[in-house]
T-cell receptor, first 111, second 116 residues
Framework: KQEVTQIPAALSVPEGENLVLNCSFT??????LQWFRQDPGKGLTSLLL?????REQTSGRLNASLDKSSGRSTLYIAASQPGDSATYLC??????????FGTGTSLTVIP | GAGVSQSPRYKVAKRGQDVALRCDPI?????LFWYQQALGQGPEFLTY????????KSGLPSDRFFAERPEGSVSTLKIQRTQQEDSAVYLC??????????????FGPGTRLLVL
């Protein structure tokens, strides 16, 4: 079974800082990797999707990278804002229908 | 409505009661997934539909859990004889293509189930 780990579990930074969230997975045979944010009491909002053949994806202040061979992905958030406060989850997809999620990183951006 | 919707948003059930959770995926999305998210954990896969066919139910925790999508759009997750360990948020997601495709998943807001 694919194991997905996210480090750190919680992170608190002052507004304006750049930060990196980490996601690691044990089986490199993946189709894609998706980053989500989850606000308290709400569902998941898709942020970025990286296909297995890609190295990175960018959207606004967010940049996600993928290194399949080492089983790692990072989510880089530039110039963090209080509105970025949420839990960030990564999910990897193996063959078939199975998506495996990490336990998330809880981010707090302090004004 | 452009997104995935779920109802009810909150459900309190007495132990032993049956419950039914509804998911309305994005129109035209072929794939539909159900997940269970315990407090402080990431979502865990329950089952997958491609149109009306349930192709994978390997994540359903027991035979008390049953899901259907009879017309290939709306799906219902039913839990019979609920137990306290069933308390969780149940998330539904849809995706445009088949699971063998490479598209992103779009999630609904979830149903928070509390079994007393």
């Amino acid at each position: 079974k694919q194991e997905v780990t996210q480090i750190p579990a919680a992170l608190s930074v002052p507004e304006g800082e750049n930060l990196v969230l980490n996601c690691s997975f044990t089986d490199s045979a993946i189709y894609n990797l998706q980053w989500f944010r989850q606000d308290p009491g709400k569902g998941l909002t898709s942020l970025l999707l990286i296909q297995s053949s890609q190295r990175e994806q960018t959207s606004g202040r967010l940049n996600a990278s993928l290194d399949k061979s080492s089983g790692r992905s990072t989510l880089y958030i530039a110039a963090s804002q209080p509105g970025d406060s949420a839990t960030y989850l990564c999910a990897v997809r193996r063959n078939g229908n199975q998506f495996y999620f990490g336990t998330g990183t809880s981010l707090t951006v302090i004004p | 409505g452009a997104g995935v919707s779920q109802s009810p948003r909150y459900k309190v059930a007495k132990r032993g009661q049956d419950v039914a959770l509804r998911c309305d995926p994005i129109s035209g999305h072929v794939s539909l997934f159900w997940y269970q998210q315990a407090l402080g954990q990431g979502p865990e896969f329950l089952t997958y539909f491609q149109n009306e066919a349930q192709l994978d139910k390997s994540g359903l925790p027991s035979d008390r859990f049953f899901a259907e999508r009879p017309e290939g759009s709306v799906s219902t997750l039913k839990i019979q004889r609920t137990q306290q360990e069933d308390s969780a948020v149940y998330l539904c997601a849809s995706s445009l293509g088949r699971a063998s495709g490479l598209g992103a998943q779009y999630f609904g807001p979830g149903t928070r189930l509390l079994v007393l």
